[in-house]
């Protein structure tokens, strides 16, 4: 597939967060660019700042020192969503009419209101995550694009890891593959490792926890395994209690992508409630409060079933 040369100096994507030192987005260590925007809305989802493509206010009430010391984004928000009643002196937000204009931020001194993401050429973060190049040669890491969904901002992902590729830095990507066609078929070619999510194999089950049917993204993972029989393919599910942990789910991801020598490895994500504090910054519910993360025995029981699906042994797939 032919590859397409991009300008490096003047292409811009919408970045969430660059976080170096990561050892589970692929192999090695490795610095992950979450890039922002997503087509799922997964109720268990860790990264709720990532679904908005655009940059987001956010609201840590905590920080807020209140208007009788401060005030300054009472006067600065022009549509008047931060407001303040009389029982509270620390501020509030009105959802519904914040535009995400961000006039509140650079005035609030203790960092209460800050926003999720920022523009950002391809040369930006391509300098800062060449900063760890020391760690890649040695452990065999690279760039990994996360999100949101990473495939969303085509273009700007694919110039990333094209450049990655120029600076000898191996590239990895986290994805759903809930895209159009065009826009795997543009990032792919620039891909070492890809990191896919087979959520749930029921189409209705899948669309009752992640707001679409899984029609599209079995399409397109088909499609690629079959396009790029050069790319390593490893299979994920994140593991949620009474949602996925079973064996009927397991071992129907099994026959899917067993056929297919290039998907090296399925892994199990066990379920964590690390990004729920985010959605209250937000203004948004987190509806998974009830659940909890899978016990040590169902991780042992399902993952017995992909070492065997793989031949390994119990202690070939610990180390």
């Known amino acids: 597939m032919e590859n397409t040369a991009f300008n490096t100096?003047?292409?811009?994507?919408?970045?969430?967060n660059i976080q170096h030192f990561s050892t589970h987005d692929g192999p090695g260590m490795r610095t992950t660019v979450f890039l922002k925007g997503c087509t799922l809305r997964c109720k268990w989802c860790s990264n709720p700042e990532s679904i908005n493509p655009k940059p987001e206010l956010a609201y840590n009430l905590n920080r807020c020192i209140g208007k009788d010391q401060c005030g300054f984004c009472l006067k600065e928000c022009p549509e008047s969503a931060i407001?303040?009643?009389?029982?509270d002196t620390k501020v509030r937000?009105?959802?519904?009419?914040c535009t995400n204009c961000g006039k509140c931020v650079p005035v609030c001194p203790p960092q209460a209101l800050y926003l999720f993401g920022r523009e950002m050429t391809v040369d930006e973060v391509m300098d800062e995550v060449e900063q760890d190049s020391s760690f890649y040669h040695e452990s065999g890491g690279g760039i990994t694009l996360?999100?949101?969904?990473?495939?969303?901002?085509?273009?700007?992902?694919?110039?990333?890891l094209e450049e990655a590729h120029r600076r000898g830095i191996n590239t990895a990507i986290e994805t759903a593959s809930n895209v159009p066609w065009e826009f795997m078929a543009k990032v792919l070619p620039h891909v070492d490792t890809v990191l896919h999510d087979i959520k749930l194999t029921d189409p209705e089950r899948h669309?009752?926890?992640?707001?679409?049917?899984?029609?599209?993204i079995r399409a397109n993972l088909k499609r690629a395994y079959e396009t790029f029989p050069d790319k390593k393919f490893i299979a994920r599910?994140?593991?949620?209690?009474?949602?996925?942990?079973?064996?009927?789910?397991?071992r129907a991801t099994l026959e899917f992508i067993k056929p297919y020598k290039n998907v090296v490895d399925y892994e199990l994500l066990p379920y964590m409630r690390f990004g729920e504090s985010k959605y209250g910054f937000l203004g948004k519910v987190y509806e998974m409060q009830d659940f909890n993360p899978p016990t040590a025995e169902t991780l042992a029981r399902l993952r017995a079933i992909i070492d065997?699906?793989?031949g390994r042994t119990a202690k070939q797939s610990s180390t």
């Open 308 to 310: 065997e699906a793989f």
């Open 9 to 16: 100096a003047a292409l811009k994507g919408i970045v969430l």
């Open 83 to 87: 407001f303040n009643v009389d029982s």
């Open 146 to 160: 996360s999100g949101g969904e990473c495939q969303l901002q085509a273009d700007f992902a694919a110039a990333l």
């Open 207 to 216: 669309k009752k926890w992640t707001g679409v049917d899984n029609t599209r």
């Open 237 to 250: 599910t994140p593991l949620i209690p009474g949602v996925n942990d079973d064996e009927e789910h397991i």
């Open 93 to 97: 937000t009105n959802w519904d009419l």
